[in-house]
């Protein structure tokens, strides 16, 4: 169960929580895990202006969690051969303290941003008190009495450039780093990140991306009159689009840089269901990336993509 209070009379937003949760989970990279977890927590919203604003966090939770799964080599989603040796399993009192400074003063078309600039900024850390987790050495369980569980940095920065009242350039850089006794990790691949790739693929504790589109009205619009009344059917918007990234894990080196090119189409059915039609091709500098693709795909295959969701 959660339980949240959130204060917004004032120009400093804050809030807290309480929280105990009991079952299998499974983490971005898809590992399923169970744990048990009791705890609370504290958020705080600075605004400095109407687009800027400083956000914290800071929480304290009792937690068993034991590793059952890895989905790295055998999951459904995001199938890669890329070995991740991390094991979840920990048990200790945690710590978690997160700050973040935010910028957004962009303007929306139905589909997503067309103008202006945002960025996120977020470091973090995890910290086990009285904690025992398996010794990365051997293997085997071992008790300290504090140990940085793991520590967060995390880079998001988006620029729209107008190319006419409809159309824009739009560039995004995303970074991602991780390290400590058990490191997190982040997601390249998929259709709102590294186009192309199997969707939670990629998995890293170092991960970057870059991309860039432009992006341009194909149809503003399709209407039927009838004696009954009109049908009108949503706008198309297309996009030019070529992603470049890479990730890999702390105690390996860049395997390779890989990308996509290609052509999407977008169009809104209402906020916040926005169909996307990606169709390109893949490319890359070093070896292949180590992911499986669908039962007769391969790397050098033109790739079709169907998914939902706004614009980066």
Do not use: M
């Not at 800071?58 to 989603?77: C, H, K, M, P, T």
């Amino acid at each position: 169960g959660h339980l949240l209070y959130l204060n917004l009379a004032h120009r400093l937003n804050f809030g807290a929580g309480l929280f105990r949760f009991r079952g299998l989970f499974r983490d971005v990279a898809f590992d399923i895990y169970r744990e048990e977890t009791v705890g609370g927590y504290f958020v705080a919203s600075y605004p400095f202006s109407k687009f800027e604003r400083l956000e914290l966090q800071l929480g304290l939770e009792r937690s068993n969690r034991v590793d059952i799964q890895d989905a790295f080599e055998e999951g459904v989603f995001g199938r890669t051969t890329r070995p991740d040796s991390v094991d979840l399993t920990r048990d200790g009192l945690l710590t978690s303290n997160f700050v973040s400074y935010v910028k957004d003063n962009t303007l929306w078309l139905p589909t997503g941003p067309i103008d202006g600039e945002r960025y996120n900024i977020k470091a973090g850390l995890v910290t086990c008190f009285s904690c025992t987790l398996p010794s990365q050495i051997s293997g085997q369980p071992v008790t300290r009495s504090a140990t940085a569980e793991h520590y967060v940095i995390i880079g998001d920065y988006r620029r729209y450039v107008r190319t006419s009242l409809l159309s824009a350039y739009a560039l995004r850089a995303y970074l991602f780093y991780s390290d400590g006794a058990i490191p997190g990790r982040g997601v390249l691949g998929g259709p709102h990140r590294l186009r192309g790739y199997p969707r939670f693929s990629l998995a890293g504790s170092r991960v970057w991306l870059l991309n860039q589109e432009w992006r341009f009205p194909i149809l503003h619009g399709l209407s039927f009159e009838f004696p009954f009344g009109n049908i009108t059917f949503p706008g198309i918007q297309g996009a030019l689009f070529t992603d470049l990234g890479s990730s890999w894990l702390e105690e390996q080196k860049p395997e390779g840089t890989w990308g996509s090119y290609g052509l999407g189409l977008r169009t809104s059915l209402g906020p916040p269901l926005v169909l996307r039609l990606d169709l390109g091709r893949r490319f890359r500098i070093g070896q292949k990336p180590p992911v499986v693709f669908d039962e007769g795909e391969t790397f050098a295959s033109t790739f079709v993509d169907f998914f939902f969701g706004f614009n980066y």
